[in-house]
T-cell receptor
Framework: DAKTTQPPSMDCAEGRAANLPCNHS???????VYWYRQIHSQGPQYIIH???NNETNEMASLIITEDRKSSTLILPHATLRDTAVYYC????????????????FGQGTILTVHP | EAQVTQNPRYLITVTGKKLTVTCSQN?????MSWYRQDPGLGLRQIYY???????DKGDVPEGYKVSRKEKRNFPLILESPSPNQTSLYFC????????????FGPGTRLTVL
């Protein structure tokens, strides 16, 4: 699986957009980009995923560069409850044997939303 | 309500005393997985299962066993726990297929003395 690189921490003011970058320069054509977050010590929560097109759902938007080597998760109006660790993960698109099952979390970005 | 449940949520035990952490999902998911989380190391996959009777090692399988006899259950077994297995454990499940999100359980905090 491709390795991802994220800044260790970021701050954001409440009500402003939070833009979390992720570098995945070794991503292959059959790998999706996923974002999860973990609030305190709760189980990680799925946010969004994409392959090459930009994606938006009720939680966030995902912008993937044309060369797919990096992406940005956007929380359009951050709230205090968005304070969490955000993980960017790449994951195989095609099931090859049992390799699909391996999901690798990096260190993530600690996002702190302040009043 | 669709969910992944784990039991127990908290456990303090002693070295060498066999224990099982249960995981159950009610979403008919084929794929299930166990992770451990340690400070500074993030989440690391222990074992995963693509379907009933199909399991495979993740990144840190040593000292753990799993079984998948039923689709909904994926217990994690520590035959002889040691203090280095003190950790926060998460179970997860999803449908097979590349576009499916994983649902995580609430976590089990294990302390081995």
């Amino acid at each position: 699986d491709a390795k991802t690189t994220q800044p260790p921490s970021m701050d954001c003011a409440e009500g402003r957009a939070a833009n979390l970058p992720c570098n995945h320069s070794t991503i292959s054509g059959n790998e999706y980009v996923y974002w999860y977050r973990q609030i305190h010590s709760q189980g990680p929560q799925y946010i969004i995923h994409g392959l090459k097109n930009n994606e938006t759902n009720e939680m966030a938007s995902l912008i993937i560069t044309e060369d797919r080597k990096s992406s940005t998760l956007i929380l359009p109006h951050a709230t205090l409850r968005d304070t969490a660790v955000y993980y960017c993960i790449v994951r195989p698109r095609v099931i090859i044997g049992t390799s699909y099952g391996k999901l690798t979390f990096g260190q993530g970005t600690i996002l702190t939303v302040h009043p | 309500e669709a969910q992944v449940t784990q039991n127990p949520r908290y456990l303090i035990t002693v070295t060498g005393k066999k224990l099982t952490v249960t995981c159950s999902q009610n979403m008919n998911h084929e794929y299930m997985s166990w992770y451990r989380q340690d400070p500074g190391l993030g989440l690391r996959q222990i074992y995963y299962s693509m379907n009933v009777e199909v399991t495979d090692k993740g990144d840190v399988p040593e000292g753990y066993k799993v079984s998948r006899k039923e689709k909904r259950n994926f217990p994690l077994i520590l035959e002889s726990p040691s203090p280095n297995q003190t950790s926060l454990y998460f179970c997860a499940s999803s449908n097979r297929g590349p576009g499916n999100e994983q649902f995580f359980g609430p976590g089990t905090r294990l302390t081995v003395l």
